[in-house]
């Protein structure tokens, strides 16, 4: 062990469209939101994570709320390298250095991502004084934070919806065998909502409204086992113009998001469809594995179980699934090796 390993800090990254995880020392030391407040006039960087995150829809004309992924990629470069920065240097064990030590870092990145945007990531992390970097793809990485062995000459399939992309992928002996990657997801579930709130109920509310209503009496069912209560929501009156509330019922929802529901469905469909027959076996008798904030929605699991005659698993903490796969892949580099994308 040199002097350079003993000034080596390792951190593991989900760099995500919705949050942005960290893990370092084997804690979540950073688990924010992926949104950036910049003025418009200096260009500075006012707030990012869940300062920045409260501001969004409340912003007057200097200040922009930027999210700066999209669809699992990044999208402005600028602003999502100045956020992992900020990320970075806001965890508590490496605020005290003196000096900003080298990292060897993870980064969790798309399975449908293209060789330029994966070097856009590589870039954002060097620029951040990565010096060792390694990328996982986000279902692989996702298997491992759910506790499966991927090294196995088993099938194993994850469906890891978070908020740009839908990942499903079939796993086998540490590789992707078949995959598919959709850009519906959670933001998607997001608009849904604010589409059917203005078409439906004449009412304007905003993303943070939406994500709300979303989280709260989401669901792709409209026949839950034990319903949550209605929701009373404010906007604005797009004919009027003036503030109202309505109450909404998680069976409306259910309406809202069942094309985009429909549309995962497929995905996984297709996917089961492209497997291999001796990893469909292996998949009949393990079922699918369901990570990320997405397989949060209420009775998502029954409605894919009904669709594919399979048992549906949700990871426990979805959330942090893939973070926390990343975060073992860093501690076992060796054994994950073959896996990384140097």
């Known amino acids: 062990m040199g002097f350079f390993d003993f000034m080596t800090e390792e951190i593991a990254i989900d760099l995500g469209t919705a949050n942005t995880l960290i893990i370092h020392l084997d804690k ?199 319903p949550p209560d209605d929701k009373s929501i404010q906007g604005r009156d797009l004919l009027t113009g003036k503030p109202k509330q309505v109450q909404v019922s998680y069976r409306e929802i259910a309406k809202a998001l069942d094309k985009s529901i429909l549309r995962v469905e497929d995905a996984v469909m297709e996917t089961l469809s492209q497997t291999p027959p001796e990893l469909a076996a292996d998949i009949y008798n393990t079922g699918i594995y369901l990570a990320g904030g997405g397989s949060m929605l209420r009775g998502l699991d029954r409605r894919l179980s009904q669709k594919t005659d399979l048992p549906v698993y949700i990871a426990e903490d979805p959330l942090r699934a893939v973070v926390r796969g990343t975060g073992i892949a860093l501690k076992n580099l060796e054994r994950y090796k073959n896996i990384l994308i140097k």
């Open 28 to 226: 979540v030391v950073v688990d924010s939101p992926s949104i950036v407040a910049r003025d418009r006039i200096t260009g500075k960087i006012i707030a990012v994570g869940k300062e920045a995150n409260m501001m969004q829809g409340k912003t007057h004309e200097n200040i922009k709320t930027i999210r700066p992924l999209k669809d699992g990629v990044i999208a402005d470069f600028d602003a999502s390298e100045k956020m992992i920065n900020m990320f970075i240097k806001n965890i508590p064990a490496l605020k005290k250095k003196w000096f900003p030590p080298a990292l060897r870092m993870v980064i969790c990145i798309p399975s449908g991502i293209t060789e330029v945007e994966m070097r856009a990531v590589r870039e954002s992390a060097e620029r951040v004084n990565g010096k060792e970097v390694y990328l996982i793809h986000e279902p692989m990485a996702a298997a491992i934070g759910i506790g499966l062995d991927i090294m196995q000459p088993k099938g194993n399939m994850i469906v890891d919806i978070g908020g740009g992309t839908t990942e499903i992928a079939v796993i086998a002996l540490g590789g992707i065998v078949c995959d598919k990657s959709v850009k519906i997801a959670g933001d998607v579930f997001t608009n849904d909502i604010i589409y059917y709130m203005r078409t439906q109920h004449n009412l304007y509310v905003g993303e943070s409204t939406a994500e709300a209503i979303k989280i709260e009496i989401g669901s792709a069912t409209e026949d839950l086992q034990s």
